[in-house]
């Protein structure tokens, strides 16, 4: 039986019970503990710089050359917080609800209550490390609106609030590289998990300079690796996003939680030809004054201009007059899908379409637009070559964001004791749907403020162990099976580069457990993904060798996991039969085409049980909802 | 369209490395630019050769790890660009384009396009934060900071640490990037507190790396893909003599 641990009480006071509860470290005791950190984002960085802090001796590893370059780094928009500051009638219930609501009721009430009451604080501690956020005149920070909420509390710093707050994490981490307490591992990849009894107790890396394979134990080991939506190959993920730290811990016996929820972001660029290797988000923003539109008749390539009124479909509007072009996210996607699935999709590849802002430029000048957008016009411009003031955009729907993760309980432990996962690698507070500028703020509350806590818990009674020692049979293990996965990589010498994989798993993938997915659908991705992984195993080519610089070497240790993870996707997205948030399943719709939810069959977190042999076994932990009403969302 | 490239190609760090070409014929406008070193690495591939090494991630401008000398000019032609950023369009068909790392002894290079800029990050780890604790701060609203205060000390931020600023510099200087974090603190009131002692360990850092000094020729920013001005060079400058004098 799965236990969330979730405490007692009344919601809002869950956390401070929780705290003022749980067992201590003390000082003199927390130097003699090591706890490893994979992963510098915000949710690893923001954990190893508080560890640090408190006085643990903390290795920070991540694949990156610097402890900067977190995918984190990319996100635009901004960071939500309950501060009230724009007296609009905000709180942390209010956030609170909005964030339950947002993920269409499939997330755990304690976690998302307690990340909007640590949000307040968030904002607080970023601004002390001196991240410059948007400021009014007279001197007090600034907010915006994001979708789904109807108060402004998104906190931004210019385009670049991930860059922003991440340089803020990195000085944190800085510090405590400075005071000894953090030793730092750049350009070394986690390959795979160390468990002894059901217990973590270490981590296999590789050095990415050398190849050299190395062996660190730890009291405690904290998983902060981000999401997995680069599985699809096209999605606006960075390139390195990759699902192996969870991946290998799920292998290892940490359950992984509601996979197949994947977020698909409506409004990015459209691939543009077959090179191309990643898609580019265009802020949601723009919904607001552009029009999106199809041609009316299906394989009509005349240019945008040459289409009249007439024949042109304004879908969002015509099915959605409520909220027209300003559907969530999901549904605006979905529509997109549909449109272009039916031969109505614009641009070279036909897999696109048109944000049209002939309309409002007309109406309030170019001018205005530019003011509004100017820079995301440019950006346009940049990657496109096409100038968006005259010809419409191609927009198309991109996966962005991964919703499932590990499962964790509320002190964010995984079902592997000593293992920790948090920011967008663990499940826990989003749902089906995450609504825009709550990520980067689960990332920074779970490192920062709620990992320091919980992992004290653990440690408090594990303080006389020594650490277990590097020669062990699991270490010995753990570390073979590594070195025998790589040099089989590098033995087969096929006829395929890794990405040949990668691009052919991804369009599995978006094909059968896209944006929508079916019975039929699911069936033949798992098919297809078994023959897919066989065909890699068989014929994969790889040059270069194991102990030296070898990018090729490091995606292939990727694929390989994401062809395995790709079909407990599509197994997790066939055993739910019913629709919510990210997650549609088109037996499962109303008369008019909207989700249709279950709330009595699968008002649950699906908790996935790796077995070496066989189907993974399902496990589930029941979702009560005490403090909100469950309703069913209506945009019409 | 073809490409005849030349690319630097060098195994390690202590083997000599020499320019190779290479030949492309089906880049595309729309490429960007590391996607056309991917359509050159998987030609490679499929020939059994190793491919070249480059570090690139986000591809959308921002995490600073892709950087190279493209004819001559980190992040080639494009103004305010980074490599990722650099369509193959700014290109005509059958051009010839030189492809080298990013120079400086600071920057050993790894392999290829490929170099070690952890030099970076001890600059950073000497002093460039703001020592605050994490989970003590004031109310955010309690320090207030003007809008001109805040987007000046943003545009420092706004340095991704890409390096192309050392390479584009004749005496290999790291002055650009660092006075962007010493003015990026300095110009907030939360970050005046350490200003004196913050500037000299940077400084002094960037000399124990072994960074060149600043003749203030200004290739830096002209090269920057963020376009930082060379005025945060004056003002560490101006923090750097202020602190020494005691002032
Ligand atoms: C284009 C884009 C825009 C976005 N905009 C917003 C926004 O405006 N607001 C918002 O709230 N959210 C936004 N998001 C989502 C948000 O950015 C992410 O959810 C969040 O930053 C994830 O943080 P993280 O710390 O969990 O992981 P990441 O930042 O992805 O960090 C992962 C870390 O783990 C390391 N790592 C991974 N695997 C290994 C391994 N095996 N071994 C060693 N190290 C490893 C990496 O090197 C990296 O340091 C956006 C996402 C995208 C793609």
Same mark, same amino acid.
């Given at each position: 039986?799965?236990?969330?641990?979730?405490?007692?009480?009344?919601?809002?006071?869950?956390?401070?019970?929780?705290?003022?509860?749980?067992?201590?470290?003390?000082?003199?005791?927390?130097?003699?503990?090591?706890?490893?950190?994979?992963?510098?984002?915000?949710?690893?960085?923001?954990?190893?710089?508080?560890?640090?802090?408190?006085?643990?001796?903390?290795?920070?590893?991540?694949?990156?050359?610097?402890?900067?370059?977190?995918?984190?780094?990319?996100?635009?928009?901004?960071?939500?917080?309950? &501060?009230?500051?724009?007296?609009?009638?905000?709180?942390?219930?209010?956030?609170?609800?909005?964030?339950?609501?947002?993920?269409?009721?499939?997330?755990?009430?304690?976690?998302?209550?307690?990340?909007?009451?640590?949000?307040?604080?968030?904002?607080?501690?970023?601004?002390?490390?001196?991240?410059?956020?948007?400021?009014?005149?007279?001197?007090?920070?600034?907010?915006?609106?994001?979708?789904?909420?109807?108060?402004?509390?998104?906190?931004?710093?210019?385009?670049?609030?991930?860059?922003?707050?991440?340089?803020?994490?990195?000085?944190?981490?800085?510090?405590?590289?400075?005071?000894?307490?953090?030793?730092?591992?750049?350009?070394?990849?986690?390959?795979?998990?160390?468990?002894?009894?059901?217990?973590?107790?270490?981590?296999?890396?590789?050095?990415?300079?050398?190849?050299?394979?190395?062996?660190?134990?730890?009291?405690?080991?904290?998983?902060?690796?981000?999401?997995?939506?680069?599985?699809?190959?096209?999605?606006?993920?960075?390139?390195?996003?990759?699902?192996?730290?969870?991946? &290998?811990?799920?292998?290892?016996?940490?359950?992984?939680?509601?996979?197949?929820?994947?977020?698909?972001?409506?409004?990015?660029?459209?691939?543009?030809?077959?090179?191309?290797?990643?898609?580019?988000?265009?802020?949601?923003?723009?919904?607001?004054?552009?029009?999106?539109?199809?041609?009316?008749?299906?394989?009509?390539?005349?240019?945008?201009?040459?289409?009249?009124?007439?024949?042109?479909?304004?879908?969002?509007?015509?099915?959605?007059?409520?909220?027209?072009?300003?559907?969530?996210?999901?549904?605006?996607?979905?529509?997109?899908?549909?449109?272009?699935?039916?031969?109505?999709?614009?641009? +070279?590849?036909?897999?696109?379409?048109?944000?049209?802002?002939?309309?409002?430029?007309?109406?309030?000048?170019?001018?205005?637009?530019?003011?509004?957008?100017?820079?995301?016009?440019?950006?346009?411009?940049?990657?496109?070559?096409?100038?968006?003031?005259?010809?419409?955009?191609?927009?198309?729907?991109?996966?962005?964001?991964?919703?499932?993760?590990?499962?964790?309980?509320?002190?964010?432990?995984?079902?592997?004791?000593?293992?920790?996962?948090?920011?967008?690698?663990?499940?826990?507070?989003?749902?089906?749907?995450?609504?825009?500028? $709550?990520?980067?703020?689960?990332?920074?509350?779970?490192?920062?403020?709620?990992?320091?806590?919980?992992?004290?818990?653990?440690?408090?009674?594990?303080?006389?162990?020594?650490?277990?020692?590097?020669?062990?049979?699991?270490?010995?293990?753990?570390?073979?099976?590594?070195?025998?996965?790589?040099?089989?990589?590098?033995?087969?010498?096929?006829?395929?580069?890794?990405?040949?994989?990668?691009?052919?798993?991804?369009?599995?993938?978006?094909?059968?457990?896209?944006?929508?997915?079916?019975?039929?659908?699911?069936?033949?991705?798992?098919?297809?993904?078994?023959?897919?992984?066989?065909?890699?195993?068989?014929?994969?080519?790889?040059?270069?060798?194991?102990?030296? +610089?070898?990018?090729?070497?490091?995606?292939?240790?990727?694929?390989?996991?994401?062809?395995?993870?790709?079909?407990?996707?599509?197994?997790?997205?066939?055993?739910?039969?019913?629709?919510?948030?990210?997650?549609?399943?088109?037996?499962?719709?109303?008369?008019?085409?909207?989700?249709?939810?279950?709330?009595?069959?699968?008002?649950?977190?699906?908790?996935?049980?790796?077995?070496?042999?066989?189907?993974?076994?399902?496990?589930?932990?029941?979702?009560?909802?005490?403090?909100?009403?469950?309703?069913?969302?209506?945009?019409? | 369209?073809?490409?005849?490239?030349?690319?630097?190609?060098?195994?390690?760090?202590?083997?000599?490395?020499?320019?190779?070409?290479?030949?492309? $014929?089906?880049?595309? +406008?729309?490429?960007?630019?590391?996607?056309?070193?991917?359509?050159?690495?998987?030609?490679?591939?499929?020939?059994?050769?190793?491919?070249?090494?480059?570090?690139?991630?986000?591809?959308?401008?921002?995490?600073?790890?892709?950087?190279?000398?493209?004819?001559?000019?980190?992040?080639?032609?494009?103004?305010?660009?980074?490599?990722?950023?650099?369509?193959?369009?700014?290109?005509?068909?059958?051009?010839?384009?030189?492809?080298?790392?990013?120079?400086?002894?600071?920057?050993?290079?790894?392999?290829?396009?490929?170099?070690?800029?952890?030099?970076?990050?001890?600059?950073?780890?000497?002093?460039?934060?703001?020592?605050?604790?994490?989970?003590?701060?004031?109310?955010?609203?309690?320090?207030?900071?003007?809008?001109?205060?805040?987007?000046?000390?943003?545009?420092?931020?706004?340095?991704?640490?890409?390096?192309?600023?050392?390479?584009?510099?004749?005496?290999?200087?790291?002055?650009?990037?660092?006075?962007? &974090?010493?003015?990026?603190?300095?110009?907030?009131?939360?970050?005046?507190?350490?200003?004196?002692?913050?500037?000299?360990?940077?400084?002094?850092?960037?000399?124990?790396?072994?960074?060149?000094?600043?003749?203030?020729?200004?290739?830096?920013?002209?090269?920057?893909?963020?376009?930082?001005?060379?005025?945060?060079?004056?003002?560490? $400058?101006?923090?750097?003599?202020?602190?020494?004098?005691?002032?």
């Amino acid at each position: 039986m799965l236990d969330a641990k979730i405490p007692n009480g009344p919601i809002e006071k869950k956390w401070s019970e929780y705290q003022a509860t749980c067992a201590l470290v003390n000082a003199a005791n927390r130097k003699k503990m090591t706890v490893i950190v994979i992963g510098s984002g915000l949710a690893g960085g923001g954990a190893a710089a508080a560890l640090g802090e408190l006085g643990y001796h903390v290795k920070l590893f991540c694949f990156h050359d610097s402890t900067r370059r977190a995918h984190s780094v990319a996100a635009q928009g901004g960071v939500n917080a309950a &501060k009230n500051y724009q007296n609009d009638g905000d709180n942390v219930y209010r956030m609170f609800y909005d964030a339950i609501k947002g993920g269409d009721y499939r997330s755990r009430e304690a976690n998302v209550y307690r990340m909007a009451e640590l949000s307040v604080r968030l904002i607080d501690t970023c601004v002390a490390q001196g991240v410059p956020f948007a400021r009014e005149y007279g001197g007090s920070l600034g907010n915006r609106s994001f979708g789904g909420v109807q108060v402004e509390r998104t906190f931004y710093a210019q385009g670049q609030t991930g860059q922003q707050l991440l340089m803020g994490t990195n000085s944190a981490i800085a510090r405590q590289v400075k005071a000894g307490r953090i030793e730092r591992f750049s350009r070394h990849e986690m390959l795979d998990l160390v468990v002894k009894n059901g217990r973590a107790i270490g981590v296999i890396v590789r050095d990415a300079i050398t190849g050299e394979i190395e062996r660190h134990a730890a009291h405690a080991i904290v998983l902060g690796t981000g999401g997995y939506a680069k599985i699809y190959y096209l999605s606006t993920m960075a390139m390195g996003c990759n699902a192996t730290a969870a991946w &290998k811990a799920h292998k290892r016996g940490a359950f992984l939680a509601n996979p197949s929820f994947v977020q698909v972001h409506p409004t990015s660029l459209p691939a543009l030809g077959k090179h191309q290797s990643k898609l580019t988000l265009m802020s949601e923003s723009l919904r607001n004054d552009g029009r999106i539109w199809v041609p009316a008749r299906s394989g009509d390539d005349r240019s945008p201009e040459k289409i009249p009124d007439s024949e042109r479909d304004y879908y969002l509007e015509r099915k959605y007059p409520a909220f027209g072009n300003l559907t969530p996210r999901d549904i605006a996607a979905r529509a997109a899908k549909e449109q272009i699935d039916a031969g109505h999709g614009v641009g +070279p590849m036909r897999n696109a379409v048109f944000l049209d802002f002939r309309d409002a430029i007309a109406q309030h000048g170019r001018e205005t637009i530019q003011s509004r957008y100017g820079n995301l016009f440019g950006m346009y411009q940049k990657i496109t070559g096409i100038d968006a003031y005259v010809t419409p955009m191609l927009i198309a729907p991109s996966p962005h964001f991964t919703m499932g993760g590990l499962w964790v309980d509320y002190e964010l432990m995984t079902t592997l004791e000593g293992l920790y996962a948090c920011g967008e690698c663990n499940f826990a507070d989003h749902g089906s749907n995450r609504l825009g500028a $709550n990520s980067l703020l689960q990332a920074c509350v779970d490192g920062y403020f709620i990992l320091p806590s919980t992992i004290g818990n653990f440690l408090s009674s594990r303080i006389k162990e020594p650490l277990s020692p590097t020669d062990g049979p699991e270490f010995d293990q753990a570390e073979s099976k590594t070195r025998e996965d790589i040099q089989k990589l590098l033995s087969i010498k096929g006829s395929q580069p890794v990405d040949y994989f990668h691009r052919t798993l991804g369009a599995t993938l978006w094909d059968c457990c896209g944006i929508s997915r079916s019975r039929e659908s699911l069936n033949r991705g798992i098919e297809q993904i078994r023959e897919l992984r066989e065909q890699f195993w068989n014929d994969v080519n790889i040059t270069g060798g194991a102990h030296e +610089p070898n990018s090729e070497l490091e995606k292939a240790t990727r694929v390989m996991d994401f062809l395995e993870l790709g079909e407990l996707m599509c197994i997790d997205a066939l055993h739910r039969e019913e629709s919510c948030g990210a997650h549609f399943r088109e037996e499962y719709q109303t008369k008019e085409g909207e989700s249709l939810r279950n709330d009595e069959g699968f008002g649950y977190v699906s908790a996935w049980q790796h077995r070496a042999e066989g189907e993974p076994i399902l496990h589930k932990e029941p979702l009560s909802f005490e403090a909100v009403n469950v309703m069913t969302r209506n945009y019409k | 369209m073809e490409l005849n490239l030349r690319i630097w190609r060098q195994d390690g760090p202590d083997t000599p490395g020499q320019l190779v070409n290479y030949h492309l $014929n089906n880049a595309d +406008p729309g490429m960007s630019f590391l996607e056309m070193l991917d359509a050159v690495n998987e030609q490679l591939i499929n020939n059994g050769q190793r491919v070249i090494e480059f570090d690139h991630d986000c591809r959308e401008g921002i995490c600073g790890s892709c950087g190279m000398v493209i004819n001559g000019r980190p992040h080639g032609p494009a103004q305010g660009s980074s490599t990722c950023q650099l369509h193959m369009r700014s290109f005509q068909n059958g051009d010839q384009i030189t492809i080298e790392p990013f120079r400086a002894s600071a920057f050993p290079i790894i392999r290829d396009l490929k170099v070690d800029r952890s030099a970076f990050d001890r600059i950073i780890d000497s002093g460039g934060y703001i020592s605050t604790n994490i989970a003590a701060a004031p109310e955010a609203n309690s320090i207030l900071i003007s809008k001109d205060e805040a987007s000046h000390a943003f545009d420092a931020a706004a340095c991704i640490g890409c390096g192309a600023c050392v390479a584009s510099c004749k005496n290999a200087s790291a002055a650009l990037f660092t006075s962007a &974090k010493v003015t990026h603190l300095v110009n907030l009131p939360q970050g005046k507190v350490e200003r004196s002692t913050r500037v000299v360990q940077m400084v002094n850092q960037m000399d124990t790396e072994g960074f060149g000094a600043c003749s203030f020729t200004e290739a830096c920013e002209a090269v920057c893909p963020q376009q930082i001005s060379v005025s945060h060079i004056a003002q560490m $400058n101006w923090e750097y003599n202020r602190a020494k004098l005691g002032m």
